[in-house]
C-alpha cells in the first residue's frame, strides 16, 4: 500500500513564483525515481521534470532554467521549484513515486493532482 500525495498549488501572476511538494508513504516498496507530470486541458499529459534517488534529473526543454526538481533527503518526497511562470504552465500538476515492490515487480503510483494556474 502506497499513497503518493501534492500540495502547493495555486494562482499566481505570471513572472510569479510557486512551490510544489509531493510525498510518498508506504511499506514494501522502493522508489528509486519520482517526478511531475501535468497536463492542460484538452491536451496530453506531459514530462514536467524528474529526478533519481542517485540524484539524476531531467527537465522538458519548456521549463529548464525555471523550474527546479529536487528529492528529500529521506528519499521519498519531491519538490518542484518554479519561477518565471508563464500561462501557459496553467494545468494539473501529478506528481509521480516509481520504483519497485519487494518481490522487484516495478510499480508506478500517481498522487491526485493539484491545480496551478497563472494568470493576471
Known amino acids: 500500500q502506497v499513497q503518493v500525495a501534492e500540495s502547493g498549488g495555486g494562482l499566481v501572476q505570471p513572472g510569479g513564483s510557486l512551490r510544489l511538494s509531493c510525498a510518498a508513504s508506504g511499506s514494501a516498496f522502493r522508489i528509486n525515481r519520482m517526478g511531475w507530470y501535468r497536463q492542460a486541458p484538452e491536451k496530453q499529459r506531459e514530462l514536467v521534470a524528474t529526478?533519481?534517488?542517485?540524484?539524476?534529473?531531467d527537465y522538458a526543454d519548456a521549463v529548464k532554467g525555471r523550474f527546479i526538481i529536487s528529492m528529500g533527503n529521506a528519499k521519498s518526497s519531491v519538490y518542484l521549484q518554479m519561477n518565471s511562470l508563464k500561462p501557459e504552465d496553467t494545468a494539473v500538476y501529478y506528481c509521480?513515486?516509481?520504483?519497485?515492490?519487494?518481490?522487484?515487480?516495478?510499480?508506478?503510483?500517481w498522487g491526485q493532482g493539484t491545480q496551478v494556474t497563472v494568470s493576471s
Open positions: 529526478v533519481t534517488s542517485n540524484g539524476a534529473t
Open positions: 509521480l513515486a516509481a520504483g519497485v515492490r519487494w518481490n522487484l515487480v516495478s510499480q508506478d503510483y
